[in-house]
């Protein structure tokens, strides 16, 4: 199935600027709300446990700010599942996280720590709260999420994007590949983390991924070129990837 591929816009590092003052400016929400304007289909933001970019009052604001879906990332500890809980947003994005890490590394291990998602999961879902499990592009995290009966896989792309020439077409079929098996047991499949202008294309041409998220590369453009203009470029060459596909298939 080849669709409209939906664009998350990741805000962190618009409250990563804000902090480095630690006044108000820039505002995240004003950054959520230009997203909107500028054809973003979702808002996702990150609540680290050490706070570095998005704060508690801004997801609270978010969630009052914005008609689009806040895909709420945060890790696996009861602090975040009760703030979920709380502001019970359209979709929570599980992630691993290390406090000495600058980003978010790798992905989560769903297989290793079945049992201790279990009720992460379940609350969550209790809650009407979508769940979405941030992995690499492998069988076994797939299976595990499936078995977890999460709703959505996001697929990290980052080594694909960190990485250049053989070594790069690797992890490309490895998330082809992936995304495929992610849609034959029934997961909807994202995928992100350090998408570009130049990365974006083949990770768009897979058909099976419905939605991208993607951050910092959009705040460090929206320097240069302002937020809108980057935002729409990136929703352009989703867009016109996924129109060449199409044609392509009925030709
Ligand atoms: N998806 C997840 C799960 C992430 O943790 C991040 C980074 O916060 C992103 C997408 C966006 O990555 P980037 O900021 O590199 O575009």
Redesign the pocket.
């Known amino acids: 199935m080849t669709s409209a591929l939906r664009l ?1 816009v ?1 805000i ?2 618009v409250a990563t600027i804000r902090n480095a003052r630690g006044g108000v400016h820039p505002d995240p929400i004003h950054a959520a709300k230009l997203a909107e304007k500028a054809g973003a289909d979702g808002i ?1 933001a ?1 609540l680290r446990e050490d706070r570095r970019h998005i704060s508690d009052s801004d997801i609270a604001r978010l969630m009052d700010a914005i008609v689009l879906p806040l ?1 709420f ?1 945060i890790a696996a500890t009861d602090e975040m599942l009760q703030i979920a809980v709380r502001h019970k947003p359209h979709a929570a ?1 599980i ?1 691993p996280e290390k406090r000495e890490e600058r ?2 590394e790798g992905g989560l291990d769903v297989a290793g720590g079945f049992e201790s998602l279990k009720p992460f999961v379940s609350t969550l879902k209790d809650n009407g709260i979508l769940v ?1 499990l ?1 992995i690499e592009p492998s069988e076994k995290q797939l299976e595990a999420a499936a078995s977890l009966n999460a709703d959505i896989v ?1 697929l ?3 080594r694909y ?1 960190d990485t250049e020439g053989t070594a790069r077409d690797v992890e490309l079929k490895r998330i082809i590949h992936a995304a495929g098996v992610a849609e034959g047991l029934g997961l909807e499949c ?7 202008f130049d990365t974006v294309t083949p990770i768009a041409e897979i058909p099976s991924l419905v939605e ?8 460090g453009e929206a320097i240069f070129s302002g937020l809108d203009s980057a935002i729409r470029r990136m929703r352009s060459l989703m867009d016109t990837t996924r129109t060449n596909i199409a044609g392509e298939r009925s030709a």
């Not at 991208?212 to 705040?219: E, S, V």
């Open positions: 998350g990741n962190d590092h996702t990150h895909n990332e994005c992630v980003t978010t979405s941030f996001e990290h792309t980052g994007c994202h995928a992100g983390h350090g998408l570009t991208l998220n993607i951050g910092h590369f959009l705040i």
